[in-house]
């Protein structure tokens, strides 16, 4: 059974940094996409990046460009999500992902969360002074 953890939510200051962390249990592919995603309160869901664990190749939604960098850590099946220079507006529920590859292109998975079937529970970040 497929199971995400996310980790790492914290109350923080804007200019501050913040690090996320995935930890996948369960999941039998070889190449699969991890997604970050986030949910602002009273918004629709927002995507942030996406890594293929095989060969790291990312995908960065335009908006989250510059602030956000994703990494992953395969010894540790772990996906993690750097964020630097934080705004009030990036508060909110951070959610991470999977979903296997298969023929589908990072890119073409990432932009259509719906697709992804795996998902964790959440972490709350709050940027506030």
């Known amino acids: 059974q497929v199971q995400l953890v996310e980790s790492g939510g914290a109350s923080v200051q804007p200019g501050g940094s913040l690090t996320l962390s995935c930890k996948v249990s369960g999941f039998t592919s070889e190449d699969y996409a991890v997604g970050w995603f986030r949910r602002a309160p009273g918004k629709e869901r927002e995507g942030i990046s996406c890594i293929s664990t095989n060969d790291g190749g990312t995908y960065y939604y335009e908006s989250m460009k510059g602030r956000f960098f994703i990494s992953r850590n395969n010894a540790e099946n772990t996906v993690e999500l750097h964020m630097n220079s934080l705004k009030p507006e990036d508060t909110g529920v951070y959610y991470c992902?999977?979903?296997?590859?298969?023929?589908?292109?990072?890119?073409?998975?990432?932009?259509?969360?719906?697709?992804?079937?795996?998902w964790g529970q959440g972490t709350q970040v709050t940027v506030t002074s």
């Open positions: 992902a999977v979903e296997p590859l298969g023929l589908s292109s990072l890119s073409r998975l990432c932009r259509h969360p719906i697709f992804f079937a795996s």
